[in-house]
């Protein structure tokens, strides 16, 4: 009598997408993943690693390379720059908050020139790419300030130029540019009249009409969408008897901002327009791996990096293993994943 055939009983589903997952993990090796990313297509703007150190936090840029590695950064933001100088508002101008911390330093710098000449050699020789955060309260005022960084922008090595639509507009009574959509797109159109590099625009959670901002600025003339800026907040001092800044409002960083920041990078994605930078309140490897699930090209750190110096390299290598994991090799693939449907 012939001996009866085993029935192969299949794994539980569990077991077989753990096997596929050891599987793909063993295919893929992490060190194979490229995190090089190129943003924008009319001016685009490549960076090595999809990495981004945000305006402010590291200063002009002398500072940055005693503080952190740049070889483990794809572009460097320097510290908002204006025309001409802006001085920071009295003291207290920082103080902490639960989750986080608020300033109000009204991005003071010295004027564009002595920026120019005090630290333009360090961006000549920075490992990563560079780009100037500009500062303008005025369309005259930003045309004025391009045409200053052009003079001078090929022998400084700049990559591309940031446009901060955070910062107050005389047009708006002191308002951000960002409160309008009209005014910053009129903004948006001056800066690219003005130059042929690639631009990026600062936005924050509070931008007002963010998804139609973020789809119709490509036709304004932006390459890249950062929506990374510092929200508003108040916080009254310890005795109730006036604000705990001396400017009043100030400007929050910290753990305290990222979900609404996260949801601004999802609304702002799902505008279909440029690419985009994201950031606010990233402190870990897996706080950057939320910011690309929720539809960023590319993550921007800020004050973190005064916790935490090694914070780029690390994520850096939590971002090639997740990659590797989906069985993947571009950082890309990691882009709007937890927005389903609702993302392109």
Known sequence: MPPRKRTKVAAPRASRTKQVAEQ???RINPLTVDLAVTLGTEHPLRLERPIVV??????????AGGAIDLREVGLFVVRGISLRPRFGGLMPRLVEVPGGVMHAVNRENPGADEVFDRHGASWRSAPCAVALSLVATSVKELAQLIARVERRADELG???????????????????WESSADESLRLIDTARGAT?????????????????LASESIDAGIDVLSVSGSPHGFLPDRARRGPALAAGAGELSGPLVRPAAL???AEAASGAGAP???GGG????????DTFAAGASAVSLGTALWADPRLPGAVGDSLRRAVAARGETSVLALRGSALGSRHE
């Open 158 to 176: 700049i990559a591309a130029l940031e446009i901060d639509l955070t910062a107050p507009c005389d047009g708006l009574d002191g308002a951000r």
């Open 282 to 289: 990233i402190g870990s490897p897996a706080d950057a791996l």
């Open 263 to 265: 949801a601004a990078i």
């Open 54 to 63: 945000a305006a402010g936090p590291l200063g002009f840029g002398n500072e």
């Open 24 to 26: 793909v993990s063993e």
């Open 276 to 278: 985009i930078i994201g």
């Open 196 to 212: 042929d590099r690639p631009l990026i625009a600062k936005v924050s959670s509070a931008a007002s009409e963010l998804r139609r």
